[in-house]
C-alpha cells in the first residue's frame, strides 16, 4: 500500500510539474492540485493496482487536457455591459452563434467521450468504466454546489432564471 502511495505521489508530482511547465509557456495559470487529488481519488475509488493506475493517470489526464481544450475552443458569446452599467441584450447573430457552439461543443464532448471509452476498455473493465462516469458526475455536481455557495445571496448563476418570471418573449397573437 505504502509503494503504491508514493508511486502515485511520484506521478503526480512530476505530472504537475509538466502541466504547469506546458501553463507557463503558454502563459496560463496552472491547473494546481485539484486534477491530482481529482486523479488520485478516481484510482482509490476503482481500486487499481501500481501498473494499471499509471496506465490509467496518463491515459485520464489526456481526457481531462482534450476536454479542457474543447470548451475553450467552443466559446460562447457573453452579454457586455453597458454605459449604464447594466448587461447588453445579445443579437439574434450572437445567440445563434452561440446555439452553433453549444451543437458544436457538444459534438466534440461526445466523440471525445467515444475515443476515450476506447482507451478505457484498454485498461478498465466495463464496471469500473461505469463507475468513473458516475464519478466524473457527481465531481460535476459538487462543483457546480461549491460554485453556487461563492455566489452573493439573491444572485443567479449562469441560465437560471429567477423565479416567476419568463424568459421567452411574450407571444404575439395571430390577426
Known sequence: MKTRLFTLLMLALSLT???SAENQKKGQRPQGMHQVSMTERIVDELDLDDATA?????????YVSEMHAAYKQHAMIRPQKGDDGKKKRLTDEQ???NLEEQLALSQATL???KKYYKEY???LTPRQIEHLSKLEKKQATDVHKKWGEHQKPGQMRPGQRPMGKSVMPPRQEKK
Open 111 to 113: 466523440d471525445l467521450r
Open 121 to 123: 476498455l484498454k485498461i
Open 95 to 97: 445567440i445563434k452563434h
Open 17 to 19: 510539474a509538466t502541466v
Open 54 to 62: 499509471a496506465r490509467f493517470t496518463t491515459v485520464y489526464n489526456q
